[in-house]
């Protein structure tokens, strides 16, 4: 975390008691929470932070290269793991979970000649977790 405040730091951002709950909540949450989901929890905690920004934050953040936006279905999460990285969204308990293969596109940055800027890919089915319940159900 101290890294990333840092690097901030470094490139101008000032780091409001809000934008350093919202970058604290993420680096501590495995979730791949909404902004509405960090809003609720942060928000007993800090009762005068709007959700607007929570947005502003996010966005900062993500404009800064400390985290990653997802859009899964119409939803958008946020990850804070900021490299280049596949998701598996199980469709039995909504988890997103880290996925961590090769791929030529992230390591190389180039397909068929174009540079590309980000990746991001989501694999749709059910996670070790349920599968391991739905066995041992039968």
């Known amino acids: 975390m101290d890294t990333k405040i840092e690097r901030l730091k470094q490139k101008g951002v000032v780091l409001t008691i809000q934008r350093l709950?919202?970058?604290?909540?993420?680096?501590?949450?495995?979730?791949?929470p909404t902004a509405?989901?960090?809003?609720?929890?942060?928000?007993k905690k800090?009762?005068?932070?709007?959700?607007?920004?929570?947005y502003n934050t996010l966005e900062?953040?993500?404009?800064?290269g400390e985290?990653?936006?997802?859009?899964?279905?119409?939803?958008?999460?946020?990850?804070?793991?900021?490299?280049s990285h596949h998701h598996l969204y199980c469709r039995l308990c909504k988890r997103i979970i880290d996925v961590e293969i090769s791929c030529p596109v992230c390591k190389s940055g180039r397909?068929?000649?174009?540079?590309?800027?980000?990746?991001?890919?989501?694999?749709?089915?059910?996670?070790?977790?349920?599968?391991?319940r739905e066995n041992g159900a039968k």
């Open 46 to 54: 800090y009762p005068m932070l709007s959700l607007a920004t929570v």
């Open 111 to 132: 397909v068929q000649g174009h540079k590309v800027e980000e990746v991001q890919a989501v694999f749709y089915g059910i996670c070790s977790d349920c599968l391991q």
């Open 21 to 32: 709950a919202v970058l604290e909540f993420l680096y501590h949450s495995s979730s791949h």
């Open 60 to 64: 900062m953040l993500k404009q800064a």
């Open 67 to 83: 985290i990653q936006e997802l859009t899964i279905g119409n939803t958008k999460h946020f990850d804070p793991i900021s490299k």
């Open 36 to 43: 509405e989901a960090i809003h609720t929890k942060l928000k």
